[in-house]
Every structure is written in structure tokens, then in C-alpha cells.
């Protein structure tokens, strides 16, 4: 079974501090994604690593793919109260119809 | 800019009434997938399909739950009998392989079909 590990499953931060979320595996993925969601919505889509080392921005966020393709990474710069959501990472295989394998979620609040 | 649309967006119904929900995917988008999500959870897998072949099921979907994909556009998820253990976010995504990143599906979600059994 395929499990992916977030850490961690809650943080409560202050507006301007920065911030990580790991994301584990064991298993090899020929690509991983991150998500935010917000109470009662789907799942958006924020970036898609598909290279071993990779690293993507997006404005404040930064995402690395790590070198095996096993775990992933996420930071935000300078957090606002509107990053304030659940941030998922899912991992892909190519063998397995490209399914999504979800973590549990990151359960990010940033207070003014 | 049309996005993946659910229909409907919330359900109540009783316990053993049979439920069907209805996804729509992005126009051009050949795969077409269904999840459910648990409240602290992150969503799990159902199904999927290519066109309109269902190519896999999860071990965690039960007889009483069917998907179709007639025509290979909208799709279908049926549940029959539900159980008060059936209350979930469905969640639809669909997506198109994208030649410039190798091996990789990008999923797009739509807003989600919130169940409740009573």
C-alpha cells in the first residue's frame, strides 16, 4: 500500500513567520502534487513536481521534490492569514493510472 | 473558463434510499476520476476512467457503489442502500496527460458532492 506521510497535521502560526510541511514516503512517484482546499470545496491545485531535486515557486511558496522522488516539501515565506487552509500533497504513478495517493493534510491557520 | 462541476453540491437522504451523483468533467479532458474524503482525511481513491472505460476500481469500493462513463464526457456515481458509514465528501476530478511534463496527470477537482446519511 502506498502511504504518504504529512507532518505536521496541525500548525498555528503568527502572520509574517515562515513555515514547512514535510510530506514522506517510502514509495517511489513519477510525480507529486500539492493542494490547498478550503471548508467545503475542492481540492486546488498549487504545483506538480515530476523531477528528482526539483524546485518550483510560486510566489511565497516553495516546493522541492526530493532526490529519489520519495518526499516532498513545502515552505511558505512571510505567512498571511490568507494562506490559511488544508494543504495536501499526492503522489502519482504512472503504473497505477496515475491515481492520486493522498496524505492526510496539513491543517495551516495563520492568525493576524 | 469552465471548470469540473458536481451536481448536487449537498445530499441528505435516509439510510437505505438509494443516491446518485453526477460529475462533469473539463471538456477536453480524456480520464475522469472519483474520490471520497472523510472529515481529517485526505481524499481516497474510488475509480477512474479513460473515455468511457472504467480501467480501475479501489479494493475500498463496495457492490453497492457503481460509476459509469456513458459517453465518455459526464459521469456518474451511484450508491445503493446507503449506510450512515456512506457520509463523505465525493469529490470528482478529471485531467488530460500533458506532454510536457513526462508521466505526469494533473488533476482538477471539482467543489465536491457532500453526503449525509441519516
Known amino acids: 500500500t502506498q502511504l504518504l506521510e504529512q507532518s505536521p497535521q496541525f500548525l498555528s502560526i503568527q502572520e509574517g513567520e515562515n513555515l514547512t510541511v514535510y510530506c514522506n514516503s517510502s514509495s517511489v512517484f513519477s510525480s507529486l502534487q500539492w493542494y490547498r482546499q478550503e471548508p467545503g470545496e475542492g481540492p486546488v491545485l498549487l504545483v506538480t513536481?515530476?523531477?528528482?531535486?526539483e524546485v518550483k515557486k510560486l510566489k511565497r511558496l516553495t516546493f522541492q521534490f526530493g532526490d529519489a522522488r520519495k518526499d516532498s516539501s513545502l515552505h511558505i515565506t512571510a505567512a498571511q492569514p490568507g494562506d490559511t487552509g488544508l494543504y495536501l500533497c499526492a503522489g502519482a504513478k504512472e503504473t497505477s493510472g496515475s491515481r492520486l495517493t493522498f496524505g492526510e493534510g496539513t491543517q495551516l491557520t495563520v492568525n493576524p | 473558463d469552465t471548470g469540473v462541476s458536481q451536481d448536487p453540491r449537498h445530499k441528505i437522504t435516509k439510510r437505505g434510499q438509494n443516491v446518485t451523483f453526477r460529475c462533469d468533467p473539463i471538456?477536453?479532458?480524456?480520464?475522469l476520476y472519483w474520490y471520497r474524503q472523510t472529515l481529517g482525511q485526505g481524499p481516497e481513491f474510488l475509480t477512474y476512467f479513460q473515455n468511457e472505460a472504467q480501467l480501475e476500481k479501489s479494493r475500498l469500493l463496495s457492490d453497492r457503489f457503481s460509476a459509469e462513463r456513458p459517453k465518455g464526457s459526464f459521469s456518474t456515481l451511484e450508491i445503493q442502500r446507503t449506510e450512515q458509514g456512506d457520509s463523505a465528501m465525493y469529490l470528482c476530478a478529471s485531467s488530460f496527460r500533458s506532454s510536457h511534463l513526462a508521466g505526469a496527470y494533473e488533476q482538477y477537482f471539482g467543489p465536491g458532492t457532500r453526503l449525509t446519511v441519516t
Open positions: 513536481v515530476v523531477t528528482g531535486g
Open positions: 471538456s477536453e479532458h480524456n480520464r
